[in-house]
């Protein structure tokens, strides 16, 4: 029965008094209405979305237009999120508001005699405005590089397109798309690396410029700026440069072949290759035509009368892979000063050059093939680390890579003297000293010997002898990794790596010059003789900047001990070990072999009392040779080279091997002319003016026939030109 209720609408009892609600029931009884009322409000707001939003409502093709135009704008959104982040490293190139400087410096070197080998560094001229230029040499950069150059935004996608697909018809890369504009960019922002976030920024840095300078601007700073071999910087210093002539007076082949230059001056510069040169303006020449700028009439005197620049063989002939190296040491040197001219005499020997460059080419002549090597490279110093002959490759004109400096390739057993020194620098270690040659682990790891065969007990000098894989490992874990790589470091490996446990087998990536100048310090008796080129720079007003005398600092890494038994070690190889192939009679050469894994370098590392020599061969693309050892190819070259090197001179002593050295003479292995002229000049001759005039001969006569050689080429370009 329901409970009666007084006048104020409240629950009585029995008694007639009120009844006391309970709070927590009124609570509820709000919450149940409150949702109640939400979700009854909600649906009628969703009703009335819904009734909203059916105007817009669309079906059939008009659905499927509004469906495509919302993609677009969502992806479009996404994609310009997605191309700011992009562009943001391009904005930081621009915020300097600073250019690339085409060079910071010019230097003239000369070798150790004093005579000019080459130059580097800046040879500018953006004196010549652009309405002053011949037309045709306008056109023919315009014909050849952007024909599309003045209706574009910066990127030529149209070019982009034909480039691909001539690519793809011819199944190779022989077409760029970059406009003239990009290549801008990449000439004044960034470097030449070939990455994809490098081509972002230049395609960024090409729309920043576009807005920023009219057409001409950019095309003008093009001319400037763009790199035409020889070490110049733009068409107005070029010009000089090849045809000793102003820009302005540039006729229509010689317009062609500048024009022709800007893809690749390395492989198109006159005087390096001067037939593709001239080839390579006669598709200049067809792409004027195409492009409608001049009639077949007009460019025929140019087809039949190629371009000719002057003369520049003995550039061709000079030691470029010292001359790159030696410009960035010397760089170094001079860096923060006001002047931009330098005179840098080297320590780089002429004659000693010519050996190496000969010792190479005629061993890769006779037996590269065979051996499936294709490149060689080598490093010779002086017992004090003074560079004298570099090779850093079989062919500059070809390949500017310097395989010499960079340090891309394991030296395999080569590095083994490290890790004996460090044993011996312990004092618990001496070449008598006999361990066990029998399989050994590291974790997981289990190297093995040559072939596969153990030899049991032999003593440390056997087993360097013939380059045991087990000794070297056992003795990496007696002394630690560590001290090994540290002793590398000190002896002279400029670049780090990673200490794993196959250190001990020279698993590291080393260079040439760094392992000459840690190969120095067993010659040098214990000294560290790190490589250098410079001897002395000097402005152009003769003031002397940088003098190494005033540098000379002796610092011993290896103790006088250990420094003997490794002379001692090291010249067993040659005499009884792998590097037998390196002997060289009357001379005390000492060395060490080198062979990696599935044979893609192979080393010889050595040292005499007057020279340190390293010599690396194998493939640039890192494919596997023919069963190729550091005691086969390398260690005939740097025989070859030592042979040479050692003839008509005063051979040292090696420090702590007991040898006597051969007799100093002068008459013997020289050529007829060289022999002929010695033996008419030597009686009256002290030894050493004796000496300078053999090595002149030589040099003579290599240049005669390098001249005829050039003379015949430049006939037989010349006939080609004609046809």
């Known amino acids: 029965m329901q409970e009666p209720i007084n006048k104020n609408q409240e629950p009585i009892n029995k008694n007639n008094k009120p009844i006391k609600q309970n709070r927590l029931l009124q609570l509820d009884a709000w919450l149940d209405s409150s949702i109640y009322e939400f979700f009854k409000s909600s649906g009628r707001g969703y009703t009335r979305f819904q009734d909203f939003m059916s105007i817009f409502h669309v079906s059939g093709f008009r659905r499927f237009i509004v469906e495509v135009i919302s993609d677009i704008l969502s992806f479009g959104a996404i994609a310009a999120v997605l191309m700011l982040s992009l562009a943001l490293p391009a904005f930081d190139e621009t915020a300097s508001g600073e250019f690339n400087k085409a060079e910071d410096y010019s230097f003239i070197f000369l070798d150790r005699y004093g005579n000019e ?325 590291i974790g997981n790891w289990c190297p093995r010997n040559y072939n596969n065969s153990y030899r049991g007990t032999v003593t440390l000098l056997n087993a360097f002898t013939r380059s045991i894989n087990t000794i070297p490992v056992r003795l990496s874990i007696s002394t630690g990794r560590k001290p090994i790589a540290d002793m590398a470091h000190a002896m002279g490996i400029q670049n780090d790596f990673p200490i794993t446990r196959s250190l001990a087998l020279g698993v590291s990536s080393v260079s040439v010059i760094d392992m000459t100048s840690a190969y120095s310090v067993f010659a040098s008796g214990g000294y560290k003789s790190t490589a250098t080129g410079i001897s002395r720079i000097s402005n152009l007003y003769g003031d002397v900047v940088f003098d190494a005398k005033n540098n000379i600092e002796k610092q011993r890494i290896l103790s006088e001990d250990t420094t003997r038994k490794m002379n001692m070690m090291m010249r067993n190889v040659v005499v009884a070990g792998t590097g037998r192939r390196a002997n060289v009679e009357g001379v005390p050469a000492a060395g060490k072999t080198g062979t990696t894994s599935s044979y893609r370098d192979a080393w010889f590392a050595g040292f005499t009392g007057n020279y340190v020599a390293a010599v690396w061969m194998g493939n640039d693309n890192n494919t596997e040779t023919k069963r190729l050892t550091g005691g086969s190819l390398p260690a005939t070259i740097w025989q070859k080279f030592m042979e040479f090197a050692h003839t008509n001179i005063e051979v040292l002593p090696l420090y702590g091997v007991d040898f006597e050295p051969r007799k100093f003479t002068i008459n013997e292995n020289l050529s007829q002319e060289g022999g002929e002229l010695a033996q008419n000049r030597a009686p009256t001759l002290p030894p050493e003016a004796a000496m300078n005039l053999v090595k002149l001969s030589e040099i003579l006569s290599v240049e005669i026939e390098r001249i005829k050689s050039q003379e015949t080429r430049v006939q037989q370009n010349s006939k080609i030109g004609e046809e």
């Open 117 to 441: 080998i080459g130059r580097r560094g800046i040879r500018s001229d953006n004196s010549v405005e652009l309405d002053k230029l011949p037309d045709h040499l306008i056109k023919a950069t315009l014909a050849i590089e952007d024909r599309r150059f003045y209706e574009h935004f910066g990127i030529d996608f149209l070019g982009i397109l034909r480039a691909a697909l001539s690519n793809l018809r011819a199944n190779s890369v022989v077409e760029g798309g970059s406009s003239i504009t990009q290549q801008l960019a990449k000439n004044l922002f960034l470097t030449s690396e070939r990455t994809f976030s490098r081509k972002i920024k230049e395609a960024y840095l090409s729309l920043w410029l576009e807005a920023n300078f009219t057409k001409d601007e950019i095309l003008k700073m093009y001319f400037d700026r763009a790199y035409l071999g020889g070490g110049n910087f733009g068409v107005a210093a070029a010009a000089e440069y090849y045809f000793t002539k102003s820009v302005e007076d540039l006729t229509l082949a010689e317009s062609a072949m500048f024009a022709g230059m800007f893809k690749a001056p390395s492989r198109f510069a006159p005087h390096i290759d001067l037939a593709a040169s001239r080839g390579r303006a006669n598709i200049v020449l067809t792409s004027m035509v195409n492009a409608g700028y001049v009639t077949e009439g007009q460019v025929t005197n140019a087809r039949r009368n190629p371009a000719t620049p002057v003369d520049r063989v003995h550039e061709i002939n000079s030691p470029n892979y010292f001359l790159d190296w030696a410009f960035i040491e010397a760089k170094k040197l001079v860096l923060g000063r006001d002047e931009i001219g330098f005179i840098a005499r080297t320590s780089f020997d002429p004659v000693l050059q010519s050996f190496a460059k000969q010792a190479i080419a005629s061993t890769l002549r006779e037996s590269g093939e065979r051996y499936g090597v294709s490149e060689a490279a080598i490093v010779v110093t002086d017992p004090n680390g003074a560079v004298r002959a570099m090779v850093g490759g079989l062919d500059y004109g070809k390949s500017q890579f310097n395989r010499a400096t960079t340090p891309t390739r394991q030296p395999g057993s080569a590095f083994k003297p490290f890790v004996y020194a460090t044993a011996f620098e312990t004092g618990k270690f001496s070449p008598e000293t006999k361990i066990v040659d029998r399989p050994v682990c």
